[in-house]
């Protein structure tokens, strides 16, 4: 069974960095085609698609946030880890983390994290 | 990057009625090399995470009841539920990972009349 969850602080301030983690099991991110993505929702609006990262160490991220953005994995802890830096209020919200397959895209998802940025 | 539209924004729907959602890119999503088009269908249901439903235009995930299908080509694309059921309540959203970065449409709210 493939089952990823979300874990990180529930509140920064404005100008830290926020850094979350990606436990996964049921597969491994060392098989060709594999990948952990991670998408972000601010309260009550819609899915924005953050980063991804996949076996063979390649990234990719939004463009409006890459300066912001980095995603790393640890095969084996079974971890994929993103930190974003310079956290502002616009940046509250549920932060979900999902394995990626070439085939069926996002199928499996996290229950989500949710991070408020408040002074 | 590609750009995500999605119509309509919200979609009152009776029970047992059929309905429908569109989505559209900005670029096509055909992959010629594989003979794929990568555009997917998740659900978010109220309080929930989302779900995959539709992969690659027209597959449905595991589990997924055979009221949901996906259809379209290039740049043009709808989601049919046949018949909608109580459960079938929350926000669609249509997503396309034919290139980097990939990206969301804005989501579609449909609930009942």
Redesign the interface.
């Given at each position: 069974q493939v089952t990823v969850r979300e874990s990180g602080p529930a509140l920064v301030k404005p100008t830290q960095t926020l850094t979350l983690t990606c436990t996964f099991s049921g597969f491994s991110l060392n098989t060709r085609g594999m990948c952990v993505s991670w998408v972000r929702q601010p309260p009550g609006k819609a899915l924005e698609w953050l980063a991804l990262i996949d076996w063979d160490y390649d990234q990719y991220y939004s463009s409006s946030l890459k300066t912001r953005l980095t995603i790393s994995k640890d095969t084996s802890e079974n971890q994929v880890v993103l930190t974003m830096t310079n956290m502002a209020p616009s940046d509250t919200g549920t932060y979900y983390c999902a394995r990626v397959t070439p085939v069926d895209g996002l199928d499996v998802w996290g229950q989500g994290t949710t991070v408020t940025v408040s002074s | 990057?590609i750009v995500m539209t999605q119509t309509p924004l919200s979609l009152p729907v009776t029970p047992g009625e059929p309905a429908s959602i569109s989505c559209r890119s900005s670029q096509s999503l055909f992959d010629s090399g594989d003979g794929h088009t990568y555009l997917?269908w998740?659900l978010?249901k109220p309080g929930q995470?989302?779900?995959?439903l539709i992969?690659?235009l027209s597959y449905r995930?595991s589990g997924v009841p055979d009221r949901f299908s996906g259809s379209g080509s290039g740049t043009d694309f709808t989601l049919t539920i046949s018949r909608v059921e109580t459960e079938d309540i929350g926000?669609y959203?249509c997503?396309q990972?034919m290139e980097?970065?990939?990206?969301?449409?804005?989501?579609t709210k449909v609930d009942i009349k």
């Open positions: - | 990057d997917d998740y978010q995470s989302p779900q995959l992969y690659r995930a926000v959203y997503m990972r980097f970065p990939f990206t969301f449409g804005p989501g």
